[in-house]
Every structure is written in C-alpha cells, then in structure tokens.
C-alpha cells in the first residue's frame, strides 16, 4: 500500500547492463523528508540500499524486527517511505534485509546447536525476509537481496535457503542477490539461484600507514583475480553490496573494522582509497558498481573533517565520488 501523499510506484525491472551507483542509506531513528534524500542525489548517485535491519543474539533463535522500539528507518512505515523520497529523486532501489547481533557479533558466525533451534530461527528470518520482499514487490525496487554476511547459516542449512529463494521469487519479480563477505563469496553456495554475485568488499589491501595509490593497486590484484574467476564461473556480474574505507590511518590495512580504538584521523587516505577503488576495481567490465559504505540523512551534521568513521560526507571522499560516480556514468 501506498502511503498517502506518496508517489505511485513505476516498474524498475533492473537492466543487468546497468551499472549501479549506489550509497548504503543509514534507516535512522527519526522520520526523513526530502531535504534528507537531496544530498544523494547530489553525488550523482542513481541507487540507494535501503537496509531495514532485524536484531538477533548471538547463539538464540529469536529475531526481532519491524518493532516499534527499533529506529524509524528501520521499519516497514520507514521502509516505504524512504523508498517514496528516493523515487520522487528519480533513484533506484535495493532492500537489504541484514541482522545485526547484539555486542557486535558478527553475523557470518552465527551458529545453533540444535535442530529446534534452527528450525525456530529459520521461521524467524523467513517471516523477516518475507514480509520485506513484498514491500519490495509492492514498491517494485529494482533489487532484493536475500541476506547479509550469513556464511555459517547458509552452510548449516542450504536447503533452507534454496527453497527460501523459490519462495521469494514467487513474490518479488526483480533481480535478487545475497551480500556475502569478502572472505565467504567464493564459498557461497547459492549463486545459481541468484542474479547478481553480491560482496561485502572489505579486502584488506595495504599495511600502509599512510597508503599510495601504486600499493592499493597492487593490493587489489590478487582479489580482481579472484572476482572475476568466480563470476565467470557463474556467468553472473559481480555487485559490491557494500564498499568504503573510514578516514583513518592504515585505513587498508583491516577496512572492515569499526572499532574507535587507538585510531587517528586521515582524511587523504580514505580520498586515495576512493579514487583507486574507482580506477582498479569499478573500471572492470564484469563489477557492476556497487553501494558506498555509508551515507546519513543529516548530510550537513554528518561526517565532517574531525569524523573517523566510513561515511565520505563533509570530507574529500565525497569530492572523489560526485566526481566518480558522474565520470563512470558517462562513460559506462
């Protein structure tokens, strides 16, 4: 259903030869208007992930979600109008179910003991994942992805995920993918089933401190190797799900930590890191683009040059991707 004074929703069916330019839009605590979903625009973006996260314990069967003690964005009302701003800005869509587990275990891990247990999860997570795949269905985004960084849960329980696919297609006629970690996708047994390899692409690439631009391409070598055997491997095109670096030192060095530890800022290094992602990896024919690691609503509170953490906004990065994302654009 629409919400009123919404747009009505067009067919979006995605173009495999489409390249995506997306950013991870943050599902916040309050209620968004427009002036939250211009700034995106402004990057020449032409795609945002929505991500209506779900909150699991690590090694308990429950799942919360759609709840009115989680943030705004988060649930189904957030969900659909976050979606109706990104329209009216002629934006695309991808619905990114993902669980987060609390104290910060990583998801990946997430492992039961018994087959009660996971057949009580399995319930959960495919209400979960049901009940986003027919928003995506009635609002008609381009893109669904079936999971986020679930490596453990797909090997326990891959005849779970197989039929849980069949199920969703029966639903939701766009293109459908799963973010798998950048450790995890070359052992991700559902490919055949899905349009689009999805990765989280956190490889580390450099021990530098300070990094250069001829170490990261260097650092990216083995791993487009490796994407680009495992996409032929499939005949399927290779989607970052997410991407980015924080503004820090050694920021290469482990890029998917998000700890605040010891860390100093560096604000060049996440601009170079930009920049040879965009030469070395999204210049490939067989990389579709991806989805920036992440982007806020509050653009002008967001970020900042004192800021450590994955956003771009208010930083050189961002100067790096409006330029970027506008380039490839025109060239692609």
């Excluded at 992805?145 to 891959?158: A, K, Q, S």
């Excluded at 559902?190 to 690439?205: E, G, M, S």
């Excluded at 980015?244 to 700890?259: L, M, N, V």
Aim: hydrophobic share 40%; proline share 4%.
């Amino acid at each position: 259903m629409v919400q009123k004074g919404s747009i009505s929703p067009q067919m979006h069916i995605h173009d495999e030869t489409e390249e995506i330019f997306g950013l991870s839009y943050v599902a916040g605590p309050r209620e968004i208007t427009e002036a939250d979903m211009l700034p995106v625009k402004h990057t020449n973006a032409n795609y945002i992930a929505v991500i209506p996260f779900a909150i699991g314990t690590s090694g308990e069967s429950h799942l919360r979600f759609d709840d009115n003690n989680q943030w705004w964005g988060e649930t189904t009302v957030g969900v659909k109008k976050t979606i109706d701003l990104a329209r009216e800005q002629g934006l695309k869509i991808m619905v990114k179910p993902q669980i987060w587990f609390r104290g910060g275990a990583y998801s990946g891990h997430f492992e039961l003991h018994s087959e009660k247990e996971w057949i009580n999860f399995e319930t959960n997570y495919r209400a979960y994942v049901l009940k986003f795949a027919k928003i995506a269905a009635e609002t008609k985004t381009e893109i669904f992805c079936v999971g986020t960084e679930l490596e453990t849960f797909i090997d326990r329980r891959l005849e779970f995920w197989k039929d849980l696919i069949v199920e969703i297609r029966l639903i939701y006629k766009g293109k459908l993918t799963y973010a798998a970690n950048w450790d995890a996708y070359k052992n991700t047994w559902i490919w055949k089933d899905l349009d689009l390899i999805a990765v989280d692409a956190y490889f580390p690439l450099s021990n530098e401190k300070v990094v250069t631009k001829d170490s990261l391409a260097i650092g990216w070598e083995p791993w487009l190797i490796e994407m680009e055997n495992v996409s032929k491997k499939y005949d399927k095109k290779v989607l970052f799900a997410e991407c980015g670096y924080r503004s820090i030192e050694y920021a290469a060095k482990r890029p998917w930590e998000s700890d605040n530890i010891n860390r100093t800022v560096h604000l060049d290094n996440q601009k170079t890191l930009y920049s040879t992602m965009f030469e070395e990896a999204w210049s490939k024919p067989w990389i579709i683009g991806g989805f920036i690691w992440k982007w806020f609503p509050e653009h002008k509170n967001s970020g900042g040059e004192q800021h450590i953490g994955f956003t771009p906004q208010n930083k050189p990065a961002e100067h790096v991707l409006r330029h970027n994302y506008s380039k490839w654009q025109s060239v692609k």
